[in-house]
């Protein structure tokens, strides 16, 4: 239940608000305002909660007929029923209301009954609107583009139809971090970017179909033209300020059985939506058969994460780093892997991407640094000065204003000195979070974390991240070399440059993924500090990891 509707009583008179006040007050709550630029300020704020306005036309700074025209061009308040107050049956005026939307009049003589009439009747119309439109953007809900989709389909013309999901990733992150209301602008502003790049389609239909889901059905020559489509939706919906970095997921169904029910049409296309999402390059997805199944195993994922979670199914495993001056272990990387009841074995690569999609990552990654912890404690209490261990820390947490506080937290409750304990941002999550990443690493910094900027050189602007971010290990994937040509290759060029120019800056280089003597002799040539590889060791479990180290110090 969300209350008494609530009622704008627009009236420069005092003693006229107070008299609408009484009169309605025990049915309806009633905001007020003195003149239209008020109104339109409680609006913008209020415009979910409002059912009715009941408008003064005479009125000092902004009058009735400049509200009623500011307030038609804004289709989110077409819902929002207004009545006028009036003394005067001047017909001019009568018409140009009526012209301007608005929906009926009261005479100023205050008779309580026929007040609470109209107001009641206005009401209740207006719900018969209200059940077409979406309340937050003002345009179509899904049952109405539904229905609208249905009839187009219907309709005998001979277009070619395709079905567009638009949804905006990572919004409950967003929503959690920024907001409601921030969340509600955002989806306002795509909504908007929905009807302006749709203006002049009279053959297409779209509506708001979830929470942060869009659709659209249009007919369509070329692919490409849907593409275009899309693009231009998505360049208006971002041109606005904001502080965070806004993705739209677009999936694309080509309708070819015009027979098909609309909802299983919109699964499909939601279904390409979704294969895009969480991928850092591509966010248009046309439908394919294998999608479907591979949206199947991610619900698996989800389904039984938080009870994996729960019983423990998630094992973290240590694989060694080496330091290539005497092949010694230096350290090790927590890799989370995990175990089904079955004994069978998920690849992170399969969960990690779920998890960082749907928030449950942040969890996940607790959770490993909970054991890593655990494990730097028992040696330490052992007697033991165990070689850092370093934690892989997710994009997602750079949008979580909790996780500096969680971290520091939990490296003070096993009261574990800094050094013992690094961190591993990967590199593509800089471009995408900005300033916030920056700030994180010099928060961290400040705090005395180690911080290996991971996979560097996969993302599209690691100079920039260089030269902007003051990390202290420099990680670099063996993929980034061709393999099998090393010497002399662009790559080893490259690389050897990079390896100068870290150390130039003061940083440690260490090189991930390495398999093969070849390449162990060809980094060591090029003055690389440390690797870490399956030529030297697998990932393996923490105990194994133990008895490894045992032995060296
Ligand atoms: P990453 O952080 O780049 O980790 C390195 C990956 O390379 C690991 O894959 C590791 O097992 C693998 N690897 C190590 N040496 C070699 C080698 O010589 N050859 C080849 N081909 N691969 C090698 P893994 O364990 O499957 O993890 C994949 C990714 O999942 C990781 O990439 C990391 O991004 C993510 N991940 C793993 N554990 C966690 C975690 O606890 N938290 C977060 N946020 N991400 C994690
Ligand atoms: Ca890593
Ligand atoms: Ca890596």
Same mark, same amino acid.
């Given at each position: ?8 009583? @627009? ?12 009169? =309605? ?84 003589? /205050? ?5 609470? /009439? ?145 909802? @299983? ?5 939601? @279904? ?87 928030? /449950? ?104 991240? =260089? ?12 993929? /980034? ?23 130039? =800056? ?48």
């Amino acid at each position: 239940m969300r209350g008494k509707h609530k009622i704008l009583v @627009v009236d420069d008179s005092r003693m006229n608000r107070m008299t609408f006040t009484d009169i =309605l007050q025990d049915s309806y709550e009633i905001l007020e305002a003195e003149n239209g630029e008020i109104a339109l300020r409680v609006l913008e704020k209020q415009k979910d909660y409002i059912a009715l306005i009941i408008l003064d036309l005479m009125m000092p700074v902004m009058d009735g007929f400049q509200f009623l025209k500011e307030f038609k061009q804004k289709d989110v308040y077409g819902n929002i029923p207004v009545i006028v107050a009036t003394t005067s049956t001047d017909i001019e005026n009568e018409c140009r209301c009526l012209e301007l939307g608005v929906w009926d009049f009261i005479p100023k003589v /205050f008779h309580p009954r026929i007040i609470r /009439f109209r107001v009641f009747n206005a009401i209740d119309k207006s719900k018969i609107k209200v059940l077409e439109y979406d309340s937050l953007t003002g345009i179509y809900n899904q049952q109405k583009f539904f229905q609208r989709t249905r009839e187009l389909l219907d309709s005998d013309n001979r277009k070619t139809y395709a079905f567009i999901h638009l949804s905006v990733e990572r919004f409950m992150q967003m929503s959690s971090l920024y907001g409601p209301a921030e969340a509600s602008r955002l989806l306002c502003a795509l909504a908007d970017a929905i009807r302006t790049g749709m203006k002049g389609w009279d053959q297409a239909a779209y509506g708001r179909v979830g929470n942060e889901e869009f659709g659209i059905c249009m007919p369509y020559e070329h692919r490409a033209d849907l593409l275009d489509i899309i693009r231009i939706i998505k360049k208006m919906a971002k041109d606005q300020p904001m502080d965070y970095y806004l993705e739209i997921a677009a999936g694309i169904y080509l309708i070819e059985d015009r027979g098909m029910e609309v909802p @299983v049409i919109y699964d499909k296309a939601s @279904v390409a939506g979704r294969s895009g999402a969480g991928n850092y390059m591509e966010h248009e997805a046309f439908y394919t058969q294998e999608m479907d199944e591979r949206l199947a195993r991610e619900q698996r994922i989800i389904n039984e994460m938080h009870q994996a979670l729960e019983e423990e199914q998630f094992v973290v495993y240590f694989q060694p780093k080496y330091e290539l001056d005497h092949f010694t272990p230096c350290g090790a990387e927590a890799l989370v892997r995990w175990k089904q009841p079955d004994g069978s074995m998920i690849s992170p690569g399969e969960f990690i991407p779920v998890f960082e999609k749907n928030g /449950f990552i942040i969890q996940l990654d607790y959770y490993v640094w909970e054991r890593v912890c655990r494990f730097i404690r028992e040696e330490i209490d052992a007697g033991r000065d165990p070689a850092p261990i370093s934690v892989n820390i997710s994009r997602v947490n750079l949008y979580n204003p909790k996780f500096y506080e969680t971290l520091v937290n939990l490296v003070s409750e096993y009261k574990i000195p800094l050094r013992y304990l690094h961190l591993e941002l990967t590199e593509s999550a800089f471009s995408d979070s900005g300033n916030m990443m920056m700030d994180a690493v010099e928060f961290l910094h400040h705090a005395g974390f180690t911080i290996l900027m991971d996979d560097f050189g996969s993302g599209y602007s690691s100079l920039n991240t =260089l030269k902007d971010i003051d990390m202290d290990v420099l990680k670099i994937d063996m993929k /980034f070399l061709t393999r099998g040509q090393q010497e002399n290759s662009r790559s080893g060029i490259i690389l050897e440059a990079v390896i100068s120019m870290a150390h130039s =800056l003061g940083m440690l280089v260490i090189t991930e993924g390495v398999e093969e003597r070849g390449q162990v002799d060809f980094l060591k040539s090029l003055g690389c500090d440390y690797i870490q590889g399956y030529y030297f060791a697998r990932p393996m479990p923490m105990e194994e990891y133990r008895e490894l180290i045992r032995g060296e110090y």
